[in-house]
């Protein structure tokens, strides 16, 4: 059974800290594993989707390396802004199906200026 | 573009009565809708696949006479939370998966019940 955890729970760092998010899954025959923010009472937003086949994306000020073999990726986010506050999320599909997701309990993070 | 509803957004009853939430899809068609739930603090839990034109999927510990799920047209997905108790007091999210292929998963805003 697919288990997703994410460490820490929680952050909180001055504004322009560069700052490393871990998540880490049991099963590594995942077919992607994707990064969301979630801001309070609040829906989710994509950041980054990463393929099996891939090792990292990068958009903007967000790197998400994927490293299957271990079970693992990290989000790296760089020059951290108050506007960065939030929950950080990541999920991979359920086993053999591939459009279920589990979530891991997620990272807060507060970025204070 | 791929922007999905929900509404309502917040809705508090009494217990006993029964609560309808609707997904949209406003820009795309999505054949499969999933349904979840986050308690406070914690991640967001599978609660349902549903799927355009036929039964929902629930997972396991879901009672499916319990949360409804009605999937009626390409982008439109309803759950109806029968009966709620207090401990159905939650924040339900959907997310909409294009027909079109994509990996990604569009989700909703979210809907905020609380039962008293």
């Known amino acids: 059974k697919q288990e997703v955890t994410q460490i820490p729970a929680a952050l909180s760092v001055p504004e322009g800290e560069n700052l490393v998010l871990n998540c880490s899954f049991t099963?590594?025959?995942?077919?992607?594993l994707q990064w969301f923010r979630q801001d309070p009472g609040k829906g989710l937003t994509s950041l980054l989707l990463?393929?099996?086949?891939?090792r990292e994306q990068t958009s903007g000020r967000l790197n998400a390396s994927l490293d299957k073999s271990s079970g693992r990726s990290t989000l790296y986010i760089a020059a951290s802004q108050p506007g960065d506050s939030a929950t950080y999320l990541c999920?991979?599909?359920?086993?053999?199906?591939?459009?279920?997701?589990?979530f891991g309990a997620g990272t807060r993070l507060a970025v204070h200026p | 573009g791929a922007v999905v509803s929900q509404h309502p957004s917040r809705v508090i009853c009494k217990s006993g009565t029964s609560v309808k939430i609707e997904c949209r899809s406003l820009?795309?068609?999505?054949?499969?809708m999933f349904w979840y739930r986050q308690f406070p603090k914690q991640s967001l839990m599978l609660m349902a696949t549903?799927?355009?034109?036929?039964?929902?999927?629930?997972e396991q510990g879901v009672e499916k006479d319990k949360f409804l799920i009605n999937h009626a047209s390409l982008t439109l997905s309803t759950l109806t939370v029968t009966s709620a108790h207090p401990e159905d007091s939650s924040f339900y999210i959907c997310?909409?998966?294009?027909?079109?292929?994509?990996?990604?998963?569009?989700f909703g805003p979210g809907t905020r019940l609380t039962v008293l």
């Open positions: 997310s909409a998966q294009p027909t079109s292929g994509s990996d990604t998963q569009y």
């Open positions: 099963d590594s025959a995942i077919y992607n």
């Open positions: 990463i393929q099996s086949s891939q």
């Open positions: 999920a991979v599909p359920f086993s053999g199906g591939y459009n279920k997701l589990i």
């Open positions: 820009d795309f068609q999505a054949t499969t």
């Open positions: 549903s799927n355009e034109g036929s039964k929902a999927t629930y």
